[in-house]
């Protein structure tokens, strides 16, 4: 099992920036590829970005590019998600998730492990 927490949400003005972090633990070795997610009220579970502990290329929705940034610290089993010019629309509960398979997913139905979630509200 892997255990996954998310820390670093908060309410932000539109145009301004947060820092999320998710630490896992337990059997990390088990886990190839981290990755965000958001799901806002009424709506469905959207990837935001991935990353493997084993190289430093993220991979993003195309919304989010230019804008998020995912990073690793193996060291501290912890991704990050950077994130700047946040918009009204971006207010969700982020979520960090953790696949086994080595191949990079914008599926939520192909992770494995997923922490309780974050909130991030973004005001105009």
């Known amino acids: 099992q892997v255990q996954l927490v998310e820390s670093g949400g908060g309410l932000v003005q539109a145009g301004g920036s947060l820092r999320l972090s998710c630490t896992a633990s337990?059997?990390?070795?088990?886990?190839?590829?981290m990755a965000w997610f958001r799901q806002a009220p009424g709506k469905e579970r959207e990837f935001v970005a991935a990353?493997?502990?084993?190289?430093?290329?993220?991979y993003y929705a195309d919304s989010e590019k230019g804008r998020f940034t995912i990073s690793r610290d193996n060291a501290k089993n912890t991704v990050y998600l950077q994130m700047t010019s946040l918009k009204p629309e971006d207010t969700a509960v982020y979520y960090c998730?953790?696949?086994?398979?080595?191949?990079?997913?914008?599926?939520?139905?192909?992770?494995?492990?997923w922490g309780q979630g974050t909130q991030v509200t973004v005001s105009s």
């Open positions: 990353i493997r502990w084993s190289d430093d290329s993220g």
């Open positions: 998730a953790a696949r086994t398979y080595f191949a990079r997913s914008v599926s939520p139905n192909d992770y494995n492990y």
């Open positions: 337990g059997r990390t070795y088990s886990s190839n590829v």
